[in-house]
């Protein structure tokens, strides 16, 4: 296993199409191993194969209880609902938007032996779905949002959001 570099947003490989995977060899294993080992460094939600300069559908995502799920030439089969929330990339780091996704999600992907399988996800699971497999169409979370923020601005945003609903409760109380 290793730890591969994270492409950042200028690099051109992140706005392709990926391929299908069409062999589950020792190539896609080691593929795999390396995504595992790459976020868990970068301490990320999910990273998909063209992040590290491999145009191939495959991707990992963190799941709730922490374990890390391989997704290969992953589809998304329904989605219903809505959330909105902040979202970061490990292709751009520091920065968080705004988006709009689905609530929940339901998905088919092959395992790292081909083996075909379904999965539903709701509310964090179901973003990580969408956005890791976006960037196997060449998408990234930023064509979705009004605004970049930085770090700082979002720590503010949400220090004045948690002011908001104290008051609100306090309100509540009297």
């Not at 062999?23 to 992040?51: S, V």
């Not at 609902?81 to 920065?95: A, D, N, R, V």
Request: with cysteine; charged share 30%.
């Amino acid at each position: 296993m290793a730890i591969r570099t994270i492409l950042t947003q200028d690099d051109p490989a992140l706005s392709k199409v990926c391929h299908p995977v069409t062999r589950f060899d020792e190539k896609l294993a080691d593929l795999l191993d390396d995504l595992k080992e790459t976020l868990a460094q970068a301490n990320g939600m999910g990273l998909a194969a063209p992040q590290v300069g491999i145009l191939r559908r495959a991707v990992v995502v963190v799941l709730e209880d922490e374990s890390m799920l391989e997704l290969v030439n992953p589809v998304i089969l329904d989605q219903k609902g809505e959330q909105t929330g902040w979202e970061g990339c490990l292709s751009l780091p520091g920065m968080w938007g705004s988006v709009t996704r689905p609530d929940w999600v339901k998905i088919k992907a092959q395992d790292r032996r081909g083996g075909w399988f379904e999965m539903e996800g709701t509310d964090m699971t179901a973003r990580c779905f969408c956005h890791e497999l976006s960037h196997l169409d060449g998408h990234m979370y930023t064509e979705l949002t009004d605004r970049l923020y930085t770090a700082e601005e979002l720590d503010e945003i949400m220090s004045q959001e948690e002011k908001e609903e104290n008051a609100r409760r306090r309100r509540r109380k009297r």
